[in-house]
């Protein structure tokens, strides 16, 4: 594979013509082997991918456990290990809140456990502050289940959203009353 095979020949001047010119005479040569350029096979590269995954892997693992390492923040938050568990469930429900929007959406798992999910909703102004509200079916009480300044991507919330329950928000003083102050009007019913 990847050989040519040339066969050259040189010209013997022995005689001259009437016009002074001399026809050569082919001299045979011996043949030439030419190799052409090499490429790398499977297995060159099979071995090279599987060097640079080996590669990655290392350099992952090293960069965790510097991250590790460095880190003083203690143990993980149980509220983010909530919302990550609720958000990244594939039964969960998503349900975008009127009025918002499409800044925020509600996620529910099917055991109740709910998670704000922000999208550019902008921070709460100062002394004031988002307050979170659940009216469970077949009532007309609002209850606060959280409250936060717009700065976090998800929220979780402090009380499980059963079926048929309105979430709601409301911008409200700081801190925030026992009942909201304002119309419940960015919401969602959980069906």
Not at 58 to 71: C, D, N, P, Y
Not at 73 to 82: L, S, W, Y
Request: charged letters at 20%; a positive charge.
């Amino acid at each position: 594979m990847g050989r040519t095979r040339a066969h050259l020949a040189a010209l013997d001047p022995v005689t001259r013509d009437a016009l002074g010119a001399t026809p050569g005479v082919p001299v045979p040569l011996p043949a030439l082997d030419l190799t052409s350029a090499r490429r790398p096979g499977w297995p060159t590269l099979a071995a090279l991918a599987a060097g640079c995954g080996v590669v990655a892997i290392v350099l992952g693992a090293w960069a965790l456990v510097a991250s590790i390492r460095s880190s003083d923040a203690g143990p993980p938050d149980p509220t983010v290990q909530q919302a990550v568990a609720v958000l990244t469930n594939a039964r969960a429900e998503r349900i975008l809140l009127h009025g918002s929007v499409g800044r925020v959406a509600l996620v529910v798992d099917p055991d109740g456990q709910a998670v704000l999910a922000l999208d550019g909703l902008g921070r709460a102004p100062d002394g004031r502050t988002y307050a979170v509200w659940v009216v469970p079916a077949g009532s007309a009480t609002p209850q606060r289940v959280g409250t936060f300044i717009g700065t976090r991507r998800a929220v979780p919330l402090e009380r499980r959203v059963g079926h048929g329950a309105l979430v709601a928000i409301t911008l409200e003083v700081e801190p925030p009353p026992e009942r909201p102050s304002r119309p419940l009007r960015v919401s969602a019913v959980r069906p």
